[in-house]
């Protein structure tokens, strides 16, 4: 077996050497020589690393950042084409990222969206049937062979079952998580290279977004993920749509596996398609407005919503309702991340700015901690045109960029999972510009702030959040003196002997420990008082007797333990 092993990985490595020299070849052709010499050809045995016409350090002299990032862009697009699918697909991701990279250098990237190349689904036929498990005539009818769909990971075709149902049809590349598998790991080692000699590519972060968009990938890559994502956002709108306007496509679940994907094909005209959808956008406007509801409880409420609406997404049905596809790129945040968000908007909302920085630093990602005051001041001036402003009159993706922008300056950094959160705000507010329509996301979110504010601190919550404090507490209480006798017994055993002496601040220290008791007591004391209220379960009460005897029995030591607290701290 050891054997086995050591001649898979010598296959692996000779396999990676390969795929590296071409892409440092590639790399160094279009300009990054000057960058990629230093750390990179001691890696490849035998290899010198080819000189390029025109060094890119040669072309960004007295460039202004426009230029330079517009500079950059171009020649890692055409690095990214010439190298394939999975770079292709970098590029893509790479363009989403307005919040780390200069609108020249997003607008290169996004060049890349029309970049991949087809497959023949004659190619691919005997990938199909693997998965299936039976020949393609055992299951479906017919399928188009030409793709209505291709990306960077997967081709779909329109297709019809035996029995005669719509549905689509998408097949994973061929050897393609291998590939990006590959890839990124040579990408990230490059990315590090680079960083090394670069201050302005250390700045981007490159190797930083590669982790991000490796986990991201590992998800895509599965289709099983994407039908499980379908199938929750379908259950989530069946609760929220009370009007019955979205609809979210079945999966055939018998088909479908992590290189396979069939699903129900909606009849209808996509939102990108803008000749077809203009006569149909009176009935669009109100429905889409009603969508912007239905994305914030899914989201404020669930903590699951759909993070890649942009308009080729979005399908106005035959039956009149909206469709919705795609479902590889999903969100979901924590209780805990949901509440942040709250309160993020609020700030905004109320303009307090000193609030919102903290909530971002709380969330944010940063290797030193910035200035607090200077970041405060950026904030305010940053946002002071907005000002004064109507909700009509704010612009949601120019106000989310602004900050966006100013968090960059002071280099911090949003998780992925926040940022698709403000994505996915900006893309839809998008679709509703290029229809026309003002969908007006901040003035939905200003009329429900108070009622989502009061939902995340409810009765329900703060009793379950006492609770848990109490048992934690508790399981604290009885680890501390086990684990304090275990480190002094061990603490004996070796001799070590320690003689504290203080003047003079006996008084203080007595102080200190009795408010850390009271603090102690009343926390104590506020789990009896609310466990006491959890036991009315919601009853009206006409007299004191209707009060249950637990309610007055947790309430009574409640009172007690506050009363020995106090008797400490006097």
């Not at 998800?219 to 709108?237: D, H, S, T, W």
């Not at 000002?387 to 900050?403: D, Y």
């Not at 679709?431 to 200003?446: A, H, P, Q, T, Y």
């Not at 017994?489 to 102080?511: L, M, N, P, T, W």
Request: charged letters at 25%.
């Amino acid at each position: 077996m050891d054997f086995i092993r050591a001649g898979i990985g010598i296959t692996k490595t000779m396999r990676n050497v390969s795929r590296l020299r071409e892409i440092v070849s590639v790399f160094a052709k279009h300009g990054f020589d000057g960058f990629i010499t230093i750390g990179i050809s001691s890696k490849i045995p035998n290899f010198v690393i080819p000189k390029s016409k025109r060094s890119i350090k040669e072309e960004l002299e007295n460039k202004s950042e426009k230029d330079w990032n517009q500079v950059l862009g171009f020649r890692l697009r055409s690095c990214f084409e010439e190298l394939g699918p999975s770079f292709i697909k970098f590029g893509q991701l790479l363009s989403s990222r307005e919040d780390l990279f200069h609108a020249s250098f997003i607008h290169e990237m996004q060049k890349l969206r029309d970049q991949v190349k087809p497959i023949p689904l004659s190619d691919l036929t005997v990938y199909v049937e693997n998965d299936l498990g039976k020949k393609i005539e055992e299951v479906f009818k017919s399928i188009d062979p030409n793709p209505i769909g291709v990306a960077s990971i997967g081709v779909v075709y329109s297709a019809e079952l035996k029995d005669g149902s719509p549905v689509v049809l998408k097949v994973r590349r061929p050897g393609i998580e291998k590939e990006i598998e590959t890839d990124f790991s040579i990408l990230l080692f490059i990315a590090h290279q680079l960083e090394k000699v670069s201050e302005e590519l250390k700045y981007l972060g490159l190797s930083r977004i590669i982790n991000d968009f490796s986990s991201t990938l590992v998800k895509e890559l599965n289709f099983n993920v994407e039908a499980m994502n379908a199938q929750r956002l379908k259950k989530n709108l069946a609760i929220h749509d009370i009007e019955n306007h979205y609809y979210i496509p079945s999966i055939y679940t018998d088909y479908t596996c992590e290189a396979l994907l069939v699903m129900e094909r909606l009849e209808g005209v996509a939102f990108s398609d803008q000749k077809k959808i203009d006569p149909h956008m009176d009935e669009i406007k109100e429905k889409l407005n009603y969508g912007v509801n239905l994305f914030l409880k899914t989201f404020l409420q669930d903590g699951f919503y759909h993070a890649d609406l942009h308009g080729g997404n979005f399908f106005y049905l035959h039956n009149k309702k909206i469709g919705l596809i795609d479902f590889g790129l999903m969100g979901s945040l924590s209780k805990t991340s949901r509440q942040h968000f709250t309160a993020i908007i609020y700030s905004l909302i109320s303009h307090n700015y000193e609030n919102l920085v903290y909530e971002f630093l709380d969330v944010a990602e940063y290797e030193s901690i910035p200035d607090v005051e200077a970041l405060t001041r950026d904030v305010r001036e940053a946002l002071s045109p907005y000002v004064g402003l109507t909700v009509q009159q704010l612009n949601l993706s120019e106000l989310f960029l602004v900050i966006l922008a100013t968090l960059k300056r002071h280099q911090i950094y949003l998780p992925r999972e926040w940022y698709l959160v403000f994505r996915a705000l900006i893309t839809l507010d998008g679709v509703g510009k290029s229809l026309n329509i003002d969908l007006n996301i901040f003035g939905i979110l200003e009329s429900e702030i108070l009622e989502i504010v009061q939902k995340s601190f409810s009765k329900e919550d703060l009793i379950e959040e006492a609770l848990w404090s109490s048992r934690d507490m508790s399981s604290t209480l009885k680890i501390f003196p086990r684990h304090f006798r275990w480190f002094m017994r061990d603490f004996a055993k070796k001799g070590y002997a320690i003689e504290v002496i203080q003047k003079g601040y006996k008084k203080e220290i007595a102080s200190v420990g009795n408010s850390i008791s009271f603090l102690g007591h009343a926390i104590l004391t506020a789990t009896f008082i609310l466990s006491g209220i959890l036991f009315l379960n919601g009853q009206e009460l006409q007299t004191y007797n209707d009060i249950p005897t637990l309610t007055w029995v947790m309430w009574s030591l409640g009172l007690l333990t506050f009363a020995l607290g106090k008797r400490k701290i006097d």
